[in-house]
């Protein structure tokens, strides 16, 4: 099956957003089985609109189009597809409802233009909306399936996955061979390291495919294989796993697409164990990524960021005589960091404390270059260890950096 995404925003043209919806229904679509052939962004303009739709009539079996369901002029898809269509407009009443609810227990009128999120392709299948207000649409004709999703990325994703793929399952599939996929997360090792640890299992990949990507402070292995059966497929993913991990192995730290924060959150509280962080460079990034994961606060019991000199002083009990003088180490060394790890760890009373301090640049610091950061760990009862980092990039990637790299040590240190 031959698939073709439209993204539809002026806003995507111009940059002004970045349309992350094509990565994300490109990797749903393959672990369907379904191949993406054309990729096509699009501005609110009907004429372009209706070209471009119309072009993916004739090559694909299933056309995704996101964006332009919402209540502004400008929100034009469902219009420009129902007339390509030769089909007319109705309303959805359910979803009518819900949106005078909405507005009703706001105490808010609702403005007349609002009523076009709950327009509907005539003949098409409603695609509940739960995390918004814009219907979703999909429908058949001329032996090709069209879907229509919202733009935001919060309301396009529970709907691919609790309307779309059902949808498809019930009106598209037969009998067809599956492509089954797994992943593979590692922390500690570069993108290029890695490859390098298994190039000959790349270049003569055939069945499975093994696809490495990168993100900053960790690397994915994606492994796929198109199988009839389940069992088919686990077998074949299995083997080639093994050979991976034999080689790259004391890096992994997850077999699906989690975050190296939501599996320290998941180990911290799995063995009732209590963290904090002391922050200078990243200025409480550690913190605030920890604490984007549901279930932190069962582990996480806070940080602090000292920035200056007085801060590590005053908060950590950081001795002055290692952050200045002549003879001084300074702020950004191992023993600041170390210092810092423990007194924090005092201050605290957790079973793990972290620090981070360096320089994130863009400038020097101490006449140390930027890039350069110490980490330290400490957990009760055990010795401190501390750890020399020298990062390149930008001021923010030296930041993100950083504070994966002390993730990846402390989940290993675990």
């Known amino acids: 099956m031959k698939?073709?995404?439209?993204?539809?925003?002026?806003?995507?043209?111009?940059?002004?957003?970045?349309?992350?919806?094509?990565?994300?229904?490109?990797?749903?679509?393959?672990?369907?089985?379904?191949?993406?052939?054309?990729?096509?962004?699009?501005?609110?303009?009907?004429?372009?609109?209706?070209?471009?739709?119309?072009?993916?009539?004739?090559?694909?079996?299933?056309?995704?189009?996101t964006g332009g369901l919402g209540p502004t002029m400008d929100d034009i898809t469902k219009d420009v597809v129902a007339e390509l269509l030769d089909r007319s407009m109705e309303m959805h009443l359910p979803s009518l409802q819900k949106m005078e609810d909405m507005f009703r227990d706001r105490g808010v009128a609702m403005v007349e233009s609002n009523r076009r999120q709950a327009h509907m392709i005539e003949g098409s299948d409603a695609l509940d909306n739960s995390a918004g207000l814009a219907v979703g649409n999909a429908l058949i004709q001329d032996g090709t399936a069209f879907i229509l999703l919202p733009g935001p990325p919060k309301e396009m994703k529970p709907m691919?996955?609790?309307?779309?793929?059902?949808?498809?399952?019930?009106?598209?599939?037969?009998?067809?061979?599956?492509?089954?996929?797994?992943?593979?997360?590692?922390?500690?090792?570069?993108?290029?390291?890695?490859?390098?640890?298994?190039?000959?299992?790349?270049?003569?990949?055939?069945?499975?495919?093994?696809?490495?990507?990168?993100?900053?402070?960790?690397?994915?292995?994606?492994?796929?294989?198109?199988?009839?059966?389940?069992?088919?497929?686990?077998?074949?993913?299995?083997?080639?796993?093994?050979?991976?991990?034999?080689?790259?192995?004391?890096?992994?730290?997850?077999?699906?697409?989690?975050?190296?924060?939501?599996?320290?959150?998941?180990?911290?509280?799995?063995?009732h164990l209590s963290l904090a962080a002391a922050e200078s460079c990243t200025g409480g990034l550690f913190g605030e990524l920890i604490t984007s994961v549901a279930g932190s606060s069962q582990m996480f019991t806070g940080g602090v960021i000292t920035y200056s000199n007085i801060m590590k002083h005053e908060l950590l009990n950081v001795p002055m005589e290692l952050l200045e003088g002549e003879q001084a180490p300074g702020a950004v060394s191992h023993e600041t960091a170390r210092a810092m790890a423990d007194g924090l760890l005092k201050l605290m009373k957790t079973d793990y404390a972290v620090s981070i301090t360096g320089v994130a640049g863009p400038g020097q610091s101490e006449r140390k270059p930027a890039g350069l950061v110490y980490i330290g760990i400490a957990a009760k009862g055990e010795e401190t260890v501390t750890h020399e980092l020298r990062l390149n990039g930008n001021r923010e990637m030296i930041r993100l950096r950083a504070v994966k790299?002390?993730?990846?040590?402390?989940?290993?240190?675990l």
């Not at 002026?10 to 919806?21: A, S």
């Not at 191949?35 to 962004?41: G, K, L």
Request: charged letters at 25%.
């Open 160 to 271: 691919f996955e609790e309307q779309v793929i059902p949808w498809l399952e019930n009106n598209l599939f037969e009998e067809r061979v599956t492509l089954y996929s797994r992943m593979l997360k590692f922390a500690g090792i570069g993108e290029s390291n890695l490859e390098a640890s298994l190039i000959d299992l790349i270049e003569q990949q055939t069945d499975p495919t093994i696809a490495p990507y990168a993100k900053e402070g960790e690397v994915l292995i994606r492994l796929a294989t198109k199988s009839s059966s389940l069992q088919e497929a686990e077998q074949k993913l299995n083997d080639m796993e093994e050979q991976i991990l034999d080689r790259v192995g004391k890096y992994l730290f997850a077999r699906a697409d989690v975050s190296l924060e939501q599996v320290l959150v998941e180990q911290f509280t799995k063995h």
């Open 405 to 413: 790299i002390l993730m990846q040590r402390l989940w290993q240190r």
């Open 3 to 65: 698939a073709e995404m439209i993204a539809v925003g002026t806003e995507l043209l111009l940059g002004q957003i970045v349309n992350t919806n094509a990565q994300y229904l490109s990797q749903q679509l393959a672990m369907l089985g379904i191949d993406v052939y054309y990729q096509t962004v699009v501005g609110d303009n009907p004429a372009r609109l209706k070209d471009v739709v119309a072009t993916a009539m004739e090559r694909a079996d299933l056309v995704l189009l």
